[in-house]
T-cell receptor, first 114, second 114 residues
């Protein structure tokens, strides 16, 4: 069935280091992969996304890579800062009926230590 | 612009009571999604609507759960009767159209069923 696996579940880094979160998906027809950041007490907020026609996308300190053959995609955060501490979710869109729905990974709790 | 609005933000009720959660999507958005978030199961899609019509309700856990969207600016998720295992954070999200990728999440309703 539709499934998105996300690793690791927790990640602790020192301020200034890089953080990498990895996801795999099962539906080969998926063509859109967003990443959401959720801070305590708030709803998930989109931080970056990638479509299946590109292999990499960057936005300042954040980058996402996609390997469609292997059905893997990853989030890279460079020069981490304490305000990057949050839970990060990857997702993959699957198409059904008249639209698509997102299948989310289980989340990664990132802690950036000053 | 106002984002997705949810009410109430917190709800505490006793087992067996009816609970109604409310959502106002972003103006102009035609797709609306209801999610449930728990530690055990992560972020699960319950149901989504396109142009006020329910498209996929396969995530609705039981007949005790029902959702309506009487117009483009309002949706409700009702649980009747509520049970302690329904305790979770419920999110509403909206997107511009069925095939549009970006979903914008509301702040969530934290439901506690005693």
């Amino acid at each position: 069935g539709e499934n998105v696996e996300q690793h690791p579940s927790t990640l602790s880094v020192q301020e200034g280091d890089s953080a990498v979160i990895k996801c795999t998906y099962s539906d080969s027809a998926s063509n859109y992969f967003p990443w959401y950041k959720q801070e305590l007490g708030k709803g998930p907020q989109l931080i970056i996304d990638i479509r299946s026609n590109v292999g990499e996308k960057k936005d300042q300190r954040i980058a996402v890579t996609l390997n469609k053959t292997a059905k893997h995609f990853s989030l890279h955060i460079t020069e981490t800062q304490p305000e990057d501490s949050a839970v990060y979710f990857c997702a993959a869109r699957v198409w059904r009926n008249q639209g698509g729905k997102l299948i989310f990974g289980q989340g990664t709790e990132l802690s950036v230590k000053p | 612009d106002a984002g997705v609005i949810q009410s109430p933000r917190h709800e505490v009720t006793e087992m067996g009571q009816e609970v109604t959660l409310r959502c106002k999507p972003i103006s102009g958005h035609n797709s609306l999604f209801w999610y449930r978030q728990t530690m055990m199961r992560g972020l699960e899609l319950l149901i989504y609507f396109n142009n006020n019509v329910p498209i996929d309700d396969s995530g609705m856990p039981e007949d005790r759960f029902s959702a309506k969207m009487p117009n483009a600016s309002f949706s409700t998720l009702k649980i009747q009767p509520s049970e302690p295992r329904d305790s979770a954070v419920y999110f509403c999200a909206s997107s511009l159209a069925a095939g549009t990728d970006t979903q914008y999440f509301g702040p969530g309703t934290r439901l506690t069923v005693l």
